[in-house]
Nanobody, 120 residues
Framework: QVQLVESGGGLVQPGGSLRLSCAAS????????MAWYRQAPGLQRDFVAL???????NYADSVKGRFTIARDNAKNTVYLQMNSLKPEDTAVYYC??????????????WGQGTQVTVSS
């Protein structure tokens, strides 16, 4: 069994910063790509950022230059540093990991989400 647990969400004023973390645990052999998505009320879940095993990154246009994704392979953890936050960044943020288990199964695991609210 694999678990992804996000943390670091909260309430922040416009222009502020937050750092999200997502730690993967369980019967993990290899983690390939790790990514962040977000879902605002009434809307679909959208891609935010991705990082692969070679630390190559990709970002949604809406967050380029403001958000930075990073990973610590020794800790099976992915981070999302969010700067210059805007009210439209308000959403539940989810992490996912494309991984292979010790039983050699490959699938994408999702975390439970963490709320980020940007408001004055």
């Amino acid at each position: 069994q694999v678990q992804l647990v996000e943390s670091g969400g909260g309430l922040v004023q416009p222009g502020g910063s937050l750092r999200l973390s997502c730690a993967a645990s369980g019967s993990i052999s290899t983690i390939y790509t790790m990514a962040w998505y977000r879902q605002a009320p009434g809307l679909q879940r959208d891609f935010v950022a991705l990082i692969n095993t070679g630390v190559s990154t990709n970002y949604a246009d809406s967050v380029k230059g403001r958000f930075t994704i990073a990973r610590d392979n020794a800790k099976n953890t992915v981070y999302l540093q969010m700067n210059s936050l805007k009210p439209e960044d308000t959403a539940v943020y989810y992490c996912n990991a494309d991984l292979r288990t010790t039983a050699w199964a490959r699938y994408t695991a999702w975390g439970q989400g963490t709320q980020v609210t940007v408001s004055s």
